[in-house]
């Protein structure tokens, strides 16, 4: 027989026609018939005639389950198929549901691991916990309308064994083979990198030797982009001196005289604002670098939004007061904030905003008046930890050599 040929209409007409069977003896009935039967005699009854009344039933339900093993896999395949394809079948919608709300039952432990792992995490700052197992490049992208936009990158120690050959290379190292496989454009900013000439270091400064026909001081604009992001890429130096080709102190138009670029304490105390990029991208910045002298000056700044580039991350009608004690500033909200009320991305770039303003003075940040004691790993019953850089990418963004 070919039972592929059998569908739910054969089937159904196939139960429909089969015989009903009632047994309508009452139990004094039955219980006599046993025991005429011999069922309850004390010799047992013939053995031919046990499998004369045995053996055939067995046959019988032998048969109707390889019956039913030959004929119900197809059907209920075909079935399924028809109940997946028709639209408004109740029964396959019913099906749909209970897949839906079993699936999750059914993950092992390791997948709803991984799938929890997975869950978007709304920090776009890197703090030092990262920092296990990871080196940290961090270097300024151009934009149009920005001096530059400091982010920062997490390579794996293994990748950067590999590149470079070392452990803890220098922030010039870093720079010099990684910077020409970022791809700029890819992320919205102007293709920037690497500079034109060549970068060194010595001495805890980094040396620019650049060609005569660079293109750093051209305008205002395109110095205060090159320090800026000279800055941004190289903090953890104190100077950028610029050399010619023959090694001689360049002196750029725009300045008028021989001028090494500081990095110090001062030129990192900034305020931080959100910059949107034409495709939508969103990161912290300073505000056109922008220097405060104190960070109670610097966190009141970020309450006003003085131009139309970069904006204020505090959230509406939040308000606070600052007050500072060693190395910890104390935020006090006017009042209590319940952080749930709000866009959670936008209550994010608040408290990292915060929390990149004041690192620019070496501080951390204690959060006051705060609902949520617990929040996105964040722990406001203590100081949060100083974060080591702003707007995490993934090492991914760096293309292979």
């Given at each position: 027989?070919?039972?592929?040929?059998?569908?739910?209409?054969?089937?159904?007409?196939?139960?429909?026609?089969?015989?009903?069977?009632?047994?309508?003896?009452?139990?004094?009935?039955?219980?006599?018939?046993?025991?005429?039967?011999?069922?309850?005699?004390?010799?047992?009854?013939?053995?031919?005639?046990?499998?004369?009344?045995?053996?055939?039933?067995?046959?019988?339900?032998?048969?109707?389950?390889?019956?039913?093993?030959?004929?119900?896999?197809?059907?209920?395949?075909?079935q399924k198929t028809e109940e997946a394809t028709t639209a408004g079948d109740m029964d396959a919608t019913n099906s749909m549901e209970m897949e839906m709300y079993t699936i999750p039952e059914m993950r092992s432990g390791e997948e709803y691991?991984?799938?929890?792992?997975?869950?978007?995490?709304?920090?776009?700052?890197?703090?030092?916990?990262?920092?296990?197992?990871?080196?940290?490049?961090?270097?300024?992208?151009?934009?149009?309308?920005?001096?530059?936009?400091?982010?920062?990158?997490?390579?794996?120690?293994?990748?950067?064994?590999?590149?470079?050959?070392?452990?803890?290379?220098?922030?010039?190292?870093?720079?010099?083979?990684?910077?020409?496989?970022?791809?700029?454009?890819?992320?919205?900013?102007?293709?920037?990198?690497?500079?034109?000439?060549?970068?060194?270091?010595?001495?805890?400064?980094?040396?620019?030797?650049?060609?005569?026909?660079?293109?750093?001081?051209?305008?205002?604009?395109?110095?205060?982009?090159?320090?800026?992001?000279?800055?941004?890429?190289?903090?953890?130096?104190?100077?950028?001196?610029?050399?010619?080709?023959?090694?001689?102190?360049?002196?750029?138009?725009?300045?008028?005289?021989?001028?090494?670029?500081?990095?110090?304490?001062?030129?990192?105390?900034?305020?931080?604002?959100?910059?949107?990029?034409?495709?939508?991208?969103?990161?912290?910045?300073?505000?056109?670098?922008?220097?405060?002298?104190t960070v109670e000056e610097a966190l009141e700044a970020l309450k006003v939004n003085t131009n139309d580039i970069y904006q204020s991350v505090i959230l509406p009608g939040v308000d606070y007061s600052v007050k500072v004690e060693g190395e910890?500033?104390?935020?006090?909200?006017?009042?209590?904030?319940?952080?749930?009320?709000?866009?959670?991305?936008?209550?994010?770039?608040?408290?990292?905003?915060?929390?990149?303003?004041?690192?620019?003075?070496?501080?951390?940040?204690?959060?006051?008046?705060?609902?949520?004691?617990?929040?996105?790993?964040?722990?406001?019953?203590?100081?949060?930890?100083?974060?080591?850089?702003?707007?995490?990418?993934?090492?991914?963004?760096?293309?292979?050599?």
């Amino acid at each position: 027989m070919n039972h592929e040929k059998w569908n739910e209409d054969k089937i159904e007409e196939l139960l429909k026609n089969a015989p009903k069977i009632h047994d309508t003896r009452s139990k004094e009935e039955v219980f006599e018939r046993l025991k005429q039967d011999g069922l309850f005699d004390e010799e047992p009854p013939k053995k031919t005639s046990r499998k004369k009344i045995n053996i055939i039933p067995g046959l019988i339900a032998a048969c109707a389950v390889l019956f039913l093993a030959i004929l119900i896999p197809p059907f209920m395949k075909e079935q399924k198929t028809e109940e997946a394809t028709t639209a408004g079948d109740m029964d396959a919608t019913n099906s749909m549901e209970m897949e839906m709300y079993t699936i999750p039952e059914m993950r092992s432990g390791e997948e709803y691991t991984t799938m929890m792992a997975t869950e978007p995490d709304i920090k776009t700052s890197v703090y030092p916990e990262q920092l296990e197992g990871n080196t940290l490049f961090r270097i300024g992208l151009a934009s149009d309308a920005a001096s530059s936009i400091p982010v920062t990158i997490l390579i794996p120690n293994e990748i950067v064994m590999e590149d470079l050959g070392k452990n803890n290379p220098t922030e010039v190292e870093l720079y010099n083979e990684y910077a020409p496989r970022l791809n700029e454009k890819l992320l919205g900013f102007k293709d920037y990198h690497p500079y034109v000439g060549e970068i060194s270091e010595q001495n805890n400064k980094v040396i620019h030797k650049l060609p005569n026909n660079h293109p750093y001081d051209e305008a205002s604009a395109t110095l205060t982009t090159y320090y800026a992001s000279l800055t941004d890429t190289f903090s953890s130096y104190e100077r950028i001196e610029f050399v010619d080709e023959q090694n001689q102190p360049i002196i750029f138009k725009e300045v008028g005289e021989e001028n090494p670029l500081l990095i110090n304490d001062e030129s990192k105390q900034y305020s931080y604002y959100k910059y949107v990029q034409e495709d939508g991208a969103e990161f912290l910045a300073p505000n056109f670098r922008k220097t405060h002298s104190t960070v109670e000056e610097a966190l009141e700044a970020l309450k006003v939004n003085t131009n139309d580039i970069y904006q204020s991350v505090i959230l509406p009608g939040v308000d606070y007061s600052v007050k500072v004690e060693g190395e910890i500033v104390t935020v006090t909200l006017e009042k209590e904030l319940n952080l749930f009320d709000y866009n959670q991305v936008e209550a994010m770039q608040m408290i990292e905003a915060i929390l990149l303003t004041a690192a620019g003075f070496d501080k951390s940040v204690q959060f006051e008046n705060i609902v949520q004691t617990e929040w996105e790993g964040f722990d406001f019953t203590k100081p949060l930890p100083i974060p080591v850089g702003p707007n995490e990418l993934p090492y991914t963004v760096l293309e292979n050599n």
